[in-house]
Structure formats: C-alpha cells, structure tokens
C-alpha cells in the first residue's frame, strides 16, 4: 500500500517594479549575479569534496543556477511576451538547509521571474523565509532569511 499525505502552505509572494526598461534590469540583474560555474559538481563525484568547498567558497554569494525564456515559450501561443525565469541561489546556501531538512532541496535554488507586463516591469519571486518556513526547522529558517535579505537586495539593486 502506498501513502500519500498533503498540506496546505502559505507562502508570500513577492512582487519588486522597476521604472527601469526590461533590457536594462536584465542586463542589471545578469551582471551582478554571476552564473554559477558547476565546476563544483564534478569535483565532489570525483571525491574531491575539499577542492568543491574551496571552489564554491570562493564564489559569489548568490549565483544564476540556469535560466529560461518563459516569454520565447509563449509564442507557440501566438503570444508576444518578455519574460526570463531565472534560477538563483547559493549551492553552499542550499546545504546548509537540506542537512537539516531534505525536502528543502525541493525550493533550492529560488525561482525569480523578470517580467514586462501591462503593469511594466517587474521581478518575482515566492519569499524564502515563507517557502522554507512549511518544514518548521529553526536552523532552516535561520538561513531562509538569510537568503531573504540577500534576494531581495540583489533584485531591488537590479530594478534600480
């Protein structure tokens, strides 16, 4: 027999505008997070867990894990949109997380959208600190906020 269990979860659902044009906050945005080089990876299934820590140690403190152009997709729709998804976080930041909690790994690295809309520009995200609070983990949220703080800071910067 198989068991399956839910919860609901609320999470906060954070919404950041920009006066600026969507090239310029991308190109913002793109510049001060670098992209992560997975270079780490490799290192620790080769074994070379302290070279990996070195590696990613040395890295920035939040990193472009990959991206997506959500708005190119839409045109199969006929539908015209700027729209990039972006994976951002820390992979340090996510270990110190998932060692407490594994179901962690399931929000890590965040997901910021950059979008244009009819209401302008604008970055968004589901607040960490809300998506990492379901697991009740103090250790977890300590670093949830953490990570809330040097979010939002980076995309505000970027909105300009």
């Given at each position: 027999m198989r068991a399956m269990s839910a919860k609901p979860v609320t999470v906060e659902h954070v919404t950041i505008r920009s006066s600026r044009d969507?090239?310029?906050?991308?190109q913002a945005l793109e510049a001060a997070l670098p992209p992560l080089d997975h270079g780490y990876a490799a290192l620790v299934q080769a074994g070379r867990?302290?070279?990996a820590l070195r590696l990613l140690?040395?890295?920035?403190?939040?990193?472009i894990f990959g991206q997506r152009d959500h708005g190119a997709l839409?045109?199969?729709a006929g539908l015209e949109r700027r729209a990039i998804q972006y994976d951002?976080?820390?992979p340090l930041t996510a270990s110190r997380m998932t060692r407490h909690v594994l179901s962690a790994a399931l929000y890590a690295p965040i997901r910021v959208l950059l979008?244009?809309?009819v209401d302008g520009v604008a970055f968004e995200y589901d607040r960490p600190a809300s998506?990492?609070?379901q697991f009740g983990n103090e250790s977890v949220d300590a670093v949830a906020r953490d990570l809330d703080a040097s979010l939002s800071e980076a995309l505000i910067a970027a909105a300009g």
């Open positions: 969507f090239d310029t906050v991308r867990t302290e070279e140690e040395s890295g920035a403190p939040l990193s839409l045109r199969i951002i976080g820390n979008r244009e809309g998506t990492f609070g």
